[in-house]
T-cell receptor
C-alpha cells in the first residue's frame, strides 16, 4: 500500500487552464504539506494543514488554493496556470507536533505550455 | 529566521571513496529538528535521519554517519565507501516550531555523483 499517493504523476496543460492535484495518505498522520520543487531542485513549502486546518501559508499566489476535506487528504487547485508554475509538486505528511521525517508522495510533474 | 545552507552544489567521487556533505543551519529556537533526505534520479524523496536539538550524539547507520555540532550549527553527513547507488541529491532540512505545528525548510541540496 502506498503511504502517500499523489495523482496525477504527470500533468501537461496550457497556460490559463485550471488544474487540480490530489493527495491522500494512509499513515494516520495529522499534518500534510505541499512543497514545490523548481528546476534547480530547490524545495519550498507552500502550505501545511493540521487536522484539516491551514497552519502554514507561505507567500504563494492566490491562484493556488489547497483544500483538505479530511486529515487524510490534501488537494491543490491551481487557477489560471502560468509558465512559471511548471515544477514538481510534492505532497508530504508527518505526525506533528514532534516531527518525524516527512513521508513524501512521488511528486507531480506539472508542465505548463 | 530559519536558514539552511548546503554550500556544496555538486560533489563527484569515485566509488569506495568517503564523502562528507556539509550542512549549516541558523535558528533562534532552542528546540528544533534537523533532517537529511535523499532524492535519487528517480525523483522520490526519501527520509534518512532526524535529530533533535537536545541530542548531539553522532549516529551511524551502515555506511552513513551524521555529525551534529551545535557549537558550529552544523549537521554533516558522511558516506563511507561510497557506491554508485549513492548518486543522488541530498537535502538537509531544519524544522522549527510554528503556529499550530512545525515549519520545515530545506537547503538547496548537494548533488552527489559516484563514479564506478
Amino acid at each position: 500500500d502506498t503511504a502517500v499517493s499523489q495523482t496525477p504523476k504527470y500533468l501537461v496543460t496550457q497556460m490559463g487552464n485550471d488544474k487540480s492535484i490530489k493527495c491522500e495518505q494512509n499513515l494516520g498522520h495529522d499534518t500534510m504539506y505541499w512543497y514545490k520543487q523548481d528546476s534547480k531542485k530547490f524545495l519550498k513549502i507552500m502550505f501545511s494543514y493540521n487536522n484539516k486546518e491551514l497552519i502554514i501559508n507561505e507567500t504563494v499566489p492566490n491562484r493556488f488554493s489547497p483544500k483538505s476535506p479530511d486529515k487524510a487528504h490534501l488537494n491543490l487547485h491551481i487557477n489560471s496556470l502560468e509558465l512559471g508554475d511548471s515544477a514538481v509538486y510534492f505532497c508530504a505528511s508527518s505526525q506533528d507536533p514532534t516531527p518525524g521525517g516527512y513521508t513524501f508522495g512521488s511528486g507531480t510533474r506539472l508542465t505548463v505550455v | 529566521a530559519q536558514k539552511v545552507t548546503q554550500a556544496q552544489t555538486e560533489i563527484s567521487v569515485v566509488e569506495k571513496e568517503d564523502v562528507t556533505l556539509d550542512c549549516v543551519y541558523e535558528t533562534r529556537d532552542t528546540t528544533y529538528y534537523l533532517f537529511w533526505y535523499k532524492q535519487p534520479p528517480s525523483g522520490e524523496l526519501v527520509f534518512l535521519i532526524r535529530r533533535n536539538s537536545f541530542d548531539e550524539q553522532n549516529e551511524i547507520s551502515g555506511r552513513y554517519s551524521w555529525n551534529f555540532q551545535k557549537s558550529t550549527s552544523s549537521f554533516n553527513f558522511t558516506i563511507t565507501a561510497s557506491q554508485v547507488v549513492d548518486s543522488a541529491v541530498y537535502f538537509c532540512a531544519l524544522s522549527e516550531v510554528n503556529t499550530g505545528g512545525f515549519k520545515t525548510i530545506f537547503g538547496a541540496g548537494t548533488r552527489l555523483f559516484v563514479k564506478a
